[in-house]
């Protein structure tokens, strides 16, 4: 996925989010954030001159911070009585997916990815925003199986605490043995879903360059993650339900 044509993604989009932060700041400020001149700020928020990618991925990473996706994440959350929230307002943003998708970008830029898996419904937009800014293809994994499909792959799992089971299903070719997937949900509560799809990708024979969500809840899923400890886990955001707040 490193491409001269991803690494010019990176530098443009770094550019754009610097024109946002500087709605909001002076020059003086950005400088004193990013420690780079005011004349280099000014010159890349005008269009004079790109950064290199070095320096845009570490623009970014400062930049983030001060404005864009997470602070625009959190105006959304909020949870009801009994610890859930409404993702809709969130999952149906245009400005919010696509901050997101150049999130993904920037996050993953440099590493081998072929293909985007997500599972349905909820984490179709995302993985789609995603899949386009990486030009590169989507799998969606469904909870049944479709009749022009001759074969799958599937992984059932039992959600916690209920004694319920649940199946995923993904065409039998829709990854291949060759394949470097990046497992995209809008949301991770438990991380059962998350670990199916990661299951689903090790029945493929395939790797996984990483997962990567807009919300966590909370730090008990990444217990139950099958994951090595080299592969990258990137969460925009955390939430606590009020239920575990102090």
Known sequence: MSTHAEDLKLRLMTIELLRTAKRQHTYRELSAKTG????????YAKGHVLPNVARARQLWKTLKKMVGLEIELHRKISFNNDG???NTEIISDYNILRQAANHALATFAGKRVTKVLTAAVDGIPLATMVSNQLGINLVIA???KEVGVTSFLEETYVLRDSGVTRTLYIPKNAVKRRDSVLIVDDMIKTGETQNALINLVRKAKAEISGVFSLIAIGEDWRKGLN???DCPVEVVTKATPPSKRN
Do not use: C, E, I, Q
């Open 36 to 43: 780079l001149p005011v004349t280099v700020l000014s010159r």
């Open 84 to 86: 859930y929230f409404d």
């Open 142 to 144: 469904k909870w049944n």
């Open 227 to 229: 994951l090595t400890k």
